[in-house]
T-cell receptor
Framework: QKEVEQDPGPLSVPEGAIVSLNCTYS??????FMWYRQYSRKGPELLMY????GNKEDGRFTAQVDKSSKYISLFIRDSQPSDSATYLC???????????FGPGTSLSVIP | SQTIHQWPATLVQPVGSPLSLECTVEGTSNPNLYWYRQAAGRGLQLLFY??????ISSEVPQNLSASRPQDRQFILSSKKLLLSDSGFYLCAWSRLDTQYFGPGTRLTVL
């Protein structure tokens, strides 16, 4: 079993839809959770950062962590064509540990 | 604010040739620095990380090496490139738990 798993997609949705992106993980010691967005041929950029369980909202983006299920999600409301990108989840045990990345989910938002 | 630079942006090299990719960070001091490789359609593979000048940890044994000659400079090198070295190379920095990535170098080995 891989340490972090993500459905690679591609996921295609119409503009305005609510998007749900998910990751599962096997290491129960992970406490720090991140979502990165990566446009084609660009470096990943940090979207959301959460510690432990719970929800965090930033504009149209909501990150959700369920440590009991070892499952994290990123929700995008009112999706826009500019949201078309690959979304990488990432996590670590402590603030100084190495970060483990998921393989990414490719998202296309169709106008 | 912090900025991370990588160059070159793209590179096409023949098999067996040497490699040198450079990464510099501005606006912070004593960052942790990382080199990743991202193959087409695959996730990020951590190659090297450094917590200080001259301190390099290797994650994947291969024909690549890294050096950190200055606090905010990180260099990825190879003496002889292989076809399998093709990919998108990303440099990242962090102070605590969050990593910030550079624009990347796309390397094609022919």
């Amino acid at each position: 079993q891989k340490e972090v798993e993500q459905d690679p997609g591609p996921l295609s949705v119409p503009e305005g839809a609510i998007v749900s992106l998910n990751c599962t993980y096997s290491n129960s010691a992970f406490q720090y959770f991140m979502w990165y967005r990566q446009y084609s041929r660009k470096g990943p950029e940090l979207l959301m950062y959460t510690y432990s369980s719970g929800n965090k909202e930033d504009g149209r983006f909501t990150a959700q962590v369920d440590k009991s299920s070892k499952y994290i999600s990123l929700f995008i409301r009112d999706s826009q064509p500019s949201d078309s990108a690959t979304y990488l989840c990432a996590m670590s045990e402590t603030s100084y540990d190495k970060v483990i990345f998921g393989p990414g989910t490719s998202l296309s938002v169709i106008p | 604010s912090q900025t991370i630079h990588q160059w070159p942006a793209t590179l096409v090299q023949p098999v067996g040739s040497p490699l040198s990719l450079e990464c510099t960070v501005e606006g912070t001091s004593n960052p942790n620095l990382y080199w990743y490789r991202q193959a087409a359609g695959r996730g990020l593979q951590l190659l090297f990380y450094s917590v200080g000048i001259g301190q390099i940890s290797s994650e994947v044994p291969q024909n690549l090496s890294a050096s950190r000659p200055q606090d905010r400079q990180f260099i990825l090198s190879s003496k002889k490139l292989l076809l399998s070295d093709s990919g998108f190379y990303l440099c990242a920095w962090s102070r605590l738990d969050t990593q910030y990535f550079g624009p990347g170098t796309r390397l094609t080995v022919l």
